[in-house]
């Protein structure tokens, strides 16, 4: 079973670079993009992931963004960054369960290069491993649709604690 466990997965490095400026004020880190984001070529590409509905509905943008450009022109103008915790590792599909010889992305020039005062976590296992990790991470409950536990309105209950940041944000347009 292990050997067969170790054929399944493989080492695959993030292909995504991060959405940030110098104007960010929060960034939400997730762990790895699923093998659908990975298709779509962007964050959170499961057509039944939650995140963007959620950041939409929390910065009142409408309709919510379906083109990478306009999703990230959301983020931007709202002063959130996105990113992944992991730069590399093996993983077996798109199970964050999987996850094992992590390799973590370097935070530091991000945080350089930006206003970032607040992080949070996009479920349990990103949360984990930001503090494995030594980022001081707040933990949200994950968008994914794996996540049965939490429908849309739980979800936005809990991801409402961004809305303090994100209205900080002297960029924002009303």
């Not at 493989?10 to 104007?23: G, L, R, T, W």
């Not at 762990?31 to 962007?42: A, L, N, Q």
């Not at 929390?58 to 963004?65: F, G």
């Not at 083109?67 to 730069?87: F, H, P, S, Y």
Request: net charge positive; proline share 6%; aromatic share 10%.
């Amino acid at each position: 079973m292990a050997t067969e466990e170790r054929i399944l997965k493989q080492m695959i490095n993030h292909p995504f670079s991060p959405v940030f400026n110098e104007h960010s004020k929060i960034l939400i880190l997730g762990t790895f993009p699923s093998e659908k984001s990975r298709e779509f070529g962007f964050y959170y590409g499961h057509p039944k992931n939650r995140f963007w509905r959620i950041i939409a509905y929390l910065t009142k943008t409408n309709p919510v963004p379906t083109t990478i450009k306009d999703k990230k022109q959301m983020l931007l103008k709202n002063g959130i960054a996105l990113w992944d915790i992991v730069k590399s590792c093996d993983i077996k599909g798109s199970s964050d369960n999987t996850i094992t010889n992590v390799v973590p992305n370097d935070l530091a020039s991000l945080l350089e290069y930006s206003s970032i005062k607040r992080t949070f976590a996009n479920g349990d296992k990103a949360y984990r491993l930001c503090r494995n990790y030594v980022v001081n991470a707040t933990k949200l409950p994950s968008t994914s649709p794996a996540n049965a536990t939490y429908n849309f309105e739980k979800l936005l209950a809990k991801w409402s604690i961004i809305l303090n940041k994100i209205n900080s944000h002297p960029g924002k347009i009303h």
